[in-house]
């Protein structure tokens, strides 16, 4: 069996470039023959700008909007996963992570950190502390950053957009 996956893929709900409803996104990768297809929307100041009255709750409800969108319509036809296309402000890179999941981030109110201070890899280590060592000891899940086996962290020169 040939397995087909997307690794990068935005919705119009939450990424501002994402170009395509997520009904089309999942209709036409099934269409495509794919297995598999990983939701990356934005995580970034921008992705979060016009939300700033948000608690940090329903900053991560936004995020997962697009992603859980496409678990409901996809029914089963197609496996969703939830990733992330990390803006690291101080380089301009852009980062995909996977493994990422709904407790991480609802739990971790400090990973807005990550993404807010320009001096991001200074304020790394001391975010792996306390309560983020304790979910990572009991998930064996990081965000990308310490090579669990669960995660692959790459760097993105591209952005995917949709498949039209």
């Keep these: 069996?040939?397995?087909k996956t997307?690794?990068?893929c935005h919705t119009n709900l939450v990424s501002k470039c994402g170009k395509y409803p997520v009904e089309d996104i999942i209709e036409d990768y099934i269409a495509l023959g794919y297995s598999t297809l990983v939701i990356t929307d934005h995580f970034s100041p921008a992705t979060f700008?016009?939300?700033q009255h948000l608690s940090w709750t329903e900053k991560c409800d936004f995020y997962l909007s697009g992603y859980k969108k496409a678990v409901e319509l996809s029914k089963g036809r197609i496996n969703?996963?939830?990733g992330m296309e990390y803006?690291?402000?101080h380089t301009c890179n852009d980062y995909l992570v996977y493994g990422v999941n709904e407790?991480?981030?609802k739990n971790t109110i400090q990973m807005i950190t990550i993404t807010l201070f320009p001096c991001t890899l200074r304020i790394l280590p001391k975010l792996f502390t306390g309560k983020i060592c304790s979910y990572i000891?009991?998930?064996r899940s990081v965000l990308g950053l310490l090579c669990c086996p669960r995660i692959f962290f790459a760097v993105s020169a591209r952005h995917?957009?949709?498949i039209k």
Excluded: A, C, P, S
Aim: hydrophobic fraction near 40%; proline fraction near 0%; charged fraction near 35%.
């Design 49 to 51: 700008e016009d939300k």
């Design 160 to 162: 995917h957009h949709g």
């Design 87 to 89: 803006r690291n402000i």
């Design 1 to 3: 069996m040939i397995y």
């Design 137 to 139: 000891r009991r998930t």
């Design 6 to 8: 997307e690794l990068h």
């Design 80 to 82: 969703v996963l939830l």
């Design 103 to 105: 407790d991480f981030l």
